[in-house]
């Protein structure tokens, strides 16, 4: 069973940078993409970004040039850069991966979550 595990989230300024990771075990040969969706308070979980297994992204038109999506297959690991963070950034921050090219809602291995705040 693919296991996913994040990690990063915090407390930033607005203006800041944080890093999240995503740890993957238990047969992550399986992933063909995996990405990020957030949600925020009494909002809907909704995808940030994007990866498949030879590199191709995708991102919310919201995180466009201030987040980059990376992974290390051999690490079986993911990353998402976030720069000049704002406060409408801050949510939950969800990994996902799907064993098809394409990640929605329905996919079937999620992360616990990992909270990001900005705030001054």
């Known amino acids: 069973q693919v296991q996913l595990v994040e990690s990063g989230g915090g407390l930033v300024q607005p203006g800041g940078s944080l890093t999240l990771s995503c740890a993957a075990s238990?047969?992550?040969?399986?992933?063909?993409?995996w990405g990020w969706y957030r949600q925020a308070p009494g909002g809907q979980r909704t995808m940030v970004a994007s990866i498949t297994r030879t590199g191709t992204t995708m991102y919310d038109d919201s995180v466009k040039d201030r987040f980059t999506i990376s992974r290390n297959n051999a690490l079986s690991s993911m990353y998402l850069s976030m720069n000049d963070l704002v406060p409408e950034d801050s949510a939950v921050y969800y990994c996902a991966a799907a064993p098809s090219l394409w990640l929605t809602l329905s996919a079937p291995w999620w992360g616990q979550g990992t909270q990001v705040t900005v705030s001054s």
């Open positions: 238990g047969g992550s040969d399986r992933l063909v993409v």
